[in-house]
Structures are given as structure tokens and as C-alpha cells.
């Protein structure tokens, strides 16, 4: 859309402010991906296995561009954690997974809540996509030991749901992503 067009909307009262979607902003922080990545993880949505002791927790968010806001698609997320014990599994591939945004950006796992084993608890996402840096950051939870911490970007607010008998925690996680040189 050219200047003229623009000027005669916004005299004309038709312009809209430009949605959030389309604005920059920072890019996630990149906090390393310590020891216990494991690369080869399988393409799914679940990283805990069937029937894990633990509180089950969904998280969902959108991978969006640090300079537009825009939405990237196809994305991949690699996602790991430690069990309930503490422990990461360095032999196969559970608490473990590798999915793709959509279209807009978004994306959904399920897991557990992970353990503290010492630092504050956390999902690694090691996260990438055609034409932007990789970065490798985590979502990090509050607990007793841990009730705030350095990187409270990191730390989103959890929601207790239901659905009959059934109880879970969700938690919404947006990742930013930067050009190579931005």
C-alpha cells in the first residue's frame, strides 16, 4: 500500500492500529543448551511418556520475528526436560520431542511439570527455523526453593484447569526469533 493510500485512510478515519502481531520485539534470550541435549528426537507432541507420575501440564505458544512480530512458520522446536526423579533420560528418547509450528506460528505440548533437581525447574526448547539463528532457552517454573529467578521472561504464569475429575496446569510460552546480523 503506498503513502497516498495510507494518508487517505487515516484522513478517512479507515486505518486501524497495526496489530501486535506486526510490531518488533526483543528476541527471546539464548541460555545455552547444557549437557543433556540429545539430538534425533521423534516429531510428537507429548514429551512425557503414558501415564507419567506427575502434574500434567500443556504448553502452548507462538514462535514469532523479532523485527515484524510475524508469525514464522515451521519452526521446530526441540523440547526436553528431566522426569519427576530429576533425572534426563541419556539412553532413549523420553520427556523428549521435536514438533513444528503451524501456519501462525503456533505450537502445543504436554508433558509434566518437571522437578527441581537443583536449579529452578525447566523445559529446554532448542528452537529453529529456515533463515533465523537457532536459539536454545527454557521455560522455567517457580517453587518453593525457586519463588522468582534471574529470568522472569522465562518464567510464565501458570493456570490450573479441569475437566471433570481430571486436573492439569497450562502455560502459554512465546519464543522470538532473530535474523542472522539483527
Known amino acids: 500500500m503506498g503513502t497516498r493510500s495510507l494518508l487517505a485512510l487515516t484522513a478517512l478515519g479507515l486505518l486501524m492500529a497495526i496489530p501486535a502481531a506486526s510490531q518488533s520485539r526483543p528476541a527471546t534470550p539464548d541460555v545455552g543448551t547444557?549437557?543433556?541435549h540429545r539430538p534425533g528426537a521423534p516429531f510428537r507432541a507429548k514429551l512425557s511418556p503414558p501415564l507419567a507420575e506427575g502434574t500434567v501440564l500443556v504448553v502452548h505458544g507462538h514462535v514469532r520475528d523479532a523485527a515484524t512480530g510475524q508469525a514464522v512458520a515451521g519452526a521446530v522446536l526441540d523440547a526436553y526436560q528431566a522426569d519427576a526423579a530429576g533425572h534426563?533420560?541419556?539412553?532413549?528418547f523420553e520427556y523428549r520431542?521435536?514438533?513444528s509450528t503451524d501456519e501462525q506460528g503456533y505450537f502445543e505440548l504436554e508433558t509434566?511439570?518437571?522437578s527441581n533437581y537443583g536449579p529452578p525447574p525447566h523445559i529446554h526448547m532448542l528452537v529453529s527455523a529456515a533463515g533465523y539463528r537457532t536459539t536454545s532457552?527454557?521455560?522455567?517454573?517457580r517453587d518453593r526453593e525457586h519463588p522468582s529467578n534471574d529470568r522472569n521472561e522465562l518464567t510464565p504464569a501458570l493456570v490450573e484447569r479441569a475437566r471433570g475429575d481430571k486436573t492439569w496446569l497450562e502455560g502459554t510460552?512465546?519464543?522470538?526469533l532473530r535474523k542472522p546480523g539483527a
Not at 534426563?88 to 532413549?92: A, E
Not at 532457552?137 to 517454573?141: H, K, L, N, V, Y
Request: net charge negative.
Open 34 to 36: 547444557g549437557p543433556n
Open 112 to 114: 509434566i511439570v518437571p
Open 137 to 141: 532457552t527454557e521455560m522455567r517454573f
Open 173 to 176: 510460552f512465546d519464543v522470538v
Open 88 to 92: 534426563y533420560d541419556m539412553d532413549g
Open 97 to 99: 520431542a521435536r514438533l
